[in-house]
């Protein structure tokens, strides 16, 4: 081979291996290329299936958030419908106020923790989630879309805004009451449609025409708390605050109550359409409630009253009957734990005439099943209104318990009521002490000489001793003790008592040192009166007068109760005085003359004031149909130590 032959092969060798070295290179960069497009293809699937992932299981975990919180809105609807089954006024006390009670959670983030969580568990109890639940009573909050501005008169269901804003603690609450008022009279800032009476009583655009369940002109009606960051400037924090004390969804209009008839305003009510309501609703001692309304409504100082004419008949121990077992405690009654099997059936004698009757049971128990007259009335409550009936000879009553399981009923009777009588006891309502009028007339005035008051020394004794008057001893004598030499009681500046020792200070010499009193005991019969006053008391009292009628007499109204009413006036009936008193809780309740036997001393007696107040309640000529209402707490001297 010639060395060019040689020379071309080898060139031709070197170039076919550069060529193969190339093609091997493009090779790898397509490999690397596609591993990399795959890699971003994989990590691009991995994150995509990632989030995925993480969105399935938020949705699942919102699925259940959802679903937890509609179990609370379950939870708190059911606890409502069945107070609704269960009784016909709230408060407070019941479950639906109540069984979501606890420190767990702050639901309206308040800052304070006032619900209990509930926990939810799956099918193999294992715990998913929970929830907490809190009920509040809208319709007893202050509805914006009602509230006035500024009110110049505060008549029954007015409510001053720019105090309800100040009590929330909104800045510049007058303001802000203005810029909401402004705002739900519309553009042409008239209430109703501007320049018409829109209700027909004579005056033009006056407050009354703004009706927010009726809307008419260009007036607007807030629809949420929350509007009020833009109406009147509000910050989120004053919205918050006011939430509780007010809002816009109680609005309702007087339809009807649960039994067909007009609601009552309780602040213009009569104290008898008040007992009427009362009586219906099955309150406790709805007499005592219905003048207690009143007073606590009413603009004057006078007790309210309202004829209590009611008698108690009570179901005799008959033994065991079916599911019905008898009770001697606290009162006799009989009671039934187990529903269902044969019930009570009672026949009583009643007297002739048209009552209202009440079930009586055992407070917060319920009655039952009754059967009354052949009317069926279902899970009673104590105290409930069965009906009014014309009645006499017998009556019958069926008591059954067909109450869920756990459930227990007792029965102690009937109260029969007979409404507008003229003839039953008195009771009377209570009143709170206005200062201002204390401070001008009417007033009581107590001037003494020479000494000081005692408690242990001034009062009436009955004791043998010698009777300064006629220089004897006598038996069994009363006596004035006390440390002064002189006094008078005055009213508005009339004298009513005046006294001063018969015979003078040495007369008694002997009397004093056989009592050991410091000063003179006086004769009370021999005292000379600057007025003769006389207690009247009925037929046979000291005078021989006889009682025109129960407001001029010395009695006690209603036996069995710690009431006394003196009754006193001087000969020519042209001066007298009043005193009424009573022992009453602090609801106004009259105390049972029961509620003090047997403590008269030591811790059960102290425990016993700690329950109940003294009231005196004073009248007298010079007043004028004006009333002195004092209350003495022996609660505030004990708790403040002035009582041991």
Not at 76 to 101: C, H, I, N, P, Y
Not at 119 to 128: F, M, R, S
Not at 329 to 343: A, D, F, Q, R
Not at 459 to 484: C, H, K
Request: glycine residues 10%.
């Amino acid at each position: 081979m010639s060395p060019r032959v040689k020379r071309a092969f080898r060139v031709s060798r070197n170039t076919k291996r550069a060529t193969a070295r190339a093609e091997r290179g493009i090779a790898l960069l397509i490999v690397v290329s596609v591993l990399t497009v795959i890699g971003i293809m994989g990590v691009a699937f991995a994150f995509s299936m990632y989030l995925e992932t993480q969105a399935t299981k938020q949705f699942v975990a919102t699925t259940q958030a959802r679903y937890l919180a509609e179990s609370g809105v379950a939870y708190g609807r059911a606890l409502l419908d069945e107070d609704r089954l269960g009784s016909r006024a709230d408060d407070l006390t019941e479950a639906w106020a109540q069984v979501t009670k606890g420190r767990d959670a702050d639901v309206d983030n308040d800052g304070v923790s006032e619900s209990r969580w509930w926990p939810v568990t799956d099918a193999k109890t294992q715990t998913v989630g929970r929830f907490a639940a809190l009920i509040t009573d809208e319709s007893g909050k202050a509805n914006l879309n009602a509230a006035q501005a500024e009110p110049s008169v505060l008549g029954p269901g007015a409510i001053n805004l720019t105090t309800l804003l100040e009590r929330a603690g909104v800045r510049d609450p007058s303001a802000a009451a203005q810029a909401i008022e402004r705002y739900r009279y519309g553009e042409d800032q008239r209430p109703g449609v501007a320049g018409v009476d829109d209700d027909g009583d004579g005056v033009i655009d006056n407050v009354e025409e703004y009706q927010p369940l009726a809307l008419r002109g260009d007036d607007r009606r807030l629809e949420s708390l929350d509007e009020l960051v833009a109406i009147a400037g509000l910050t989120p924090d004053e919205v918050h605050r006011l939430s509780k004390l007010a809002t816009v969804y109680s609005r309702d209009v007087n339809r009807v109550t649960s039994t067909g008839g007009a609601r009552l305003n309780v602040n213009t009510a009569t104290t008898n359409e008040l007992l009427s309501v009362l009586l219906d609703a099955g309150v406790d001692d709805p007499w005592q409630a219905a003048v207690n309304i009143a007073d606590y409504v009413d603009p004057d100082l006078d007790l309210s009253r309202v004829i209590k004419d009611s008698q108690t008949l009570s179901v005799p121990d008959q033994g065991p009957l079916g599911t019905w077992t008898w009770s001697e405690t606290p009162e006799g009654h009989y009671v039934s734990t187990v529903p269902g099997g044969t019930g009570i059936s009672w026949s009583a004698a009643v007297p002739t005439g048209t009552f209202r009757v009440l079930a009586r049971g055992l407070q917060g128990i319920k009655v039952g099943d009754v059967t009354i007259a052949g009317q069926f009335r279902r899970s009673v409550d104590s105290g409930e209104s069965l009906g009014t009936f014309p009645l006499s000879g017998t009556l019958t009553i069926e008591v059954a318990n067909h109450e869920p399981n756990g459930t227990t009923c007792a029965f102690r009777g009937i109260d029969l009521v007979l409404e507008g009588s003229e003839n039953g006891g008195v009771v009377r309502g209570i009143e709170a002490v206005r200062f201002n009028e204390l401070m001008v007339e009417p007033s009581i005035e107590l001037n003494v000489a020479a000494a000081a008051f005692d408690p242990q020394v001034d009062g009436i004794v009955r004791i043998a001793v010698p009777n300064p008057d006629v220089g004897a001893l006598s038996g069994n004598q009363s006596f004035w003790s006390t440390l002064y030499q002189t006094y008078t009681l005055n009213f508005n500046g009339i004298p009513h008592t005046s006294w001063t020792p018969a015979g003078g200070a040495p007369a008694f010499v002997a009397a004093n040192a056989l009592l050991g009193l410091p000063t003179g005991i006086r004769n009370y019969n021999g005292d000379i009166a600057r007025v003769d006053v006389v207690n009247c008391i009925g037929p046979g009292c000291n005078n021989g007068s006889v009682c025109a009628d129960n407001e001029h007499c010395t009695f006690n109204p209603q036996p069995g109760k710690e009431q006394f009413n003196v009754y006193r006036e001087n000969l020519t009936s042209t001066i007298w005085d009043k005193h009424e008193n009573y022992i009453i809780s602090d609801e106004g309740k009259i105390a049972d003359s029961s509620a003090f036997a047997g403590a008269t001393s030591g811790a059960s007696f102290k425990s016993l004031l700690m329950k109940w107040n003294y009231q005196q309640i004073v009248t007298a000529s010079e007043f004028g149909g004006r009333k002195i209402d004092l209350a003495v707490s022996p609660k505030i001297l004990i708790e403040s130590g002035l009582i041991p």
